[in-house]
């Protein structure tokens, strides 16, 4: 099984902590009329929002963080990663489509669509894999079991809940008064995943290095041939 770096643990934990950090000093940067229970995050980064660069750089890192994740998380397999960094590139792209300060923005909006449809998808990318088994290369066990975060139960519950946190966020935006709260829910959650499936990854690598090695297994004598001695190999009588 393939090693996960371990600048890939600083790089997924980093995800979350850039979040939180940047909508929190982004936030006590605006005005007082500013409230991240309704406001959402990409008001932090939009046309005329104070010191915006804060939030917009925060998301860029976030954006890295996530395609750094995608180039070594091997055990995730090609689907999940693919899905991982397109996110973390439509992420980095709304820097390029900030909100404007009045109305909405058709680009914006495809973009931060795109990034959290892909974020909240890539989980289940693992239950692409056919047969169910993957190759031992990516495995944590012989038997070609992967890693608990990439297994298909597993996989697919946490998309279903990612995609119902992304749902409340919706609802919230045609409706609803708690916008920024159902966003930063779902933001963070989207983030902490990706933590969870490296240190699923390592855990994995670990035990896959501890396995004993496999004991030698003689081969067994030629038809026709002379007996085998246990006390010399290969000998006769």
Same mark, same amino acid.
């Given at each position: 099984m393939r090693a996960v770096p371990s600048w890939a643990v600083a790089t997924a934990a980093a995800a979350p902590v850039l979040l939180v950090a940047g909508w929190? #000093? @982004?936030? %006590? =940067?605006? +005005?007082?009329g500013y409230d991240p229970v309704r406001d959402t995050i990409s008001e932090l980064a939009g046309e005329g929002a104070t010191d915006s660069w804060l939030m917009a750089g925060c998301l860029a890192l976030l954006g890295c963080c996530?395609?750094?994740? %995608?180039? /070594?998380?091997? *055990? *995730?397999g090609l689907p999940s990663r693919f899905l991982l960094a397109v996110?973390?590139? %439509?992420?980095?792209?709304?820097? @390029?489509? +900030?909100? +404007?300060? /009045?109305? &909405?923005? +058709?680009?914006?909006?495809?973009?931060a669509t795109v990034a959290v449809l892909a974020l909240s998808l890539w989980p289940a990318g693992s239950a692409l894999r056919l047969p =169910? *088994? /993957? &190759?031992?290369?990516v495995a944590a066990a012989p038997t070609g079991t992967p890693p608990w975060a990439f297994?298909?139960?597993?996989a697919l519950a946490v998309t279903a809940l990612l995609l119902v946190l992304f749902g409340w966020f919706v609802v919230e935006v045609t409706g609803g008064s708690?916008?920024?709260? $159902?966003?930063? /829910? %779902?933001?963070?959650?989207v983030a902490l995943w990706p933590l969870a499936a #490296?240190?699923? @990854?390592?855990? $994995?690598h670990r035990r896959w290095s501890a396995r004993p090695p496999a004991p030698a297994v003689a081969d067994p004598p030629r038809p026709g041939g002379p007996p085998v001695s246990p006390g010399r190999p290969g000998a006769g009588g």
């Open positions: 929190t #000093v @982004a936030g %006590a =940067r605006q +005005p007082s996530y395609l750094g994740t %995608a180039l /070594v998380l091997h *055990a *995730a996110g973390g590139t %439509a992420t980095i792209a709304l820097i @390029a489509f +900030p909100r +404007p300060q /009045v109305g &909405g923005s +058709p680009a914006h909006g495809t973009v =169910r *088994a /993957v &190759g031992r290369g297994r298909r139960p597993v708690r916008t920024g709260l $159902a966003e930063r /829910v %779902a933001a963070l959650a #490296v240190l699923s @990854a390592r855990r $994995a």
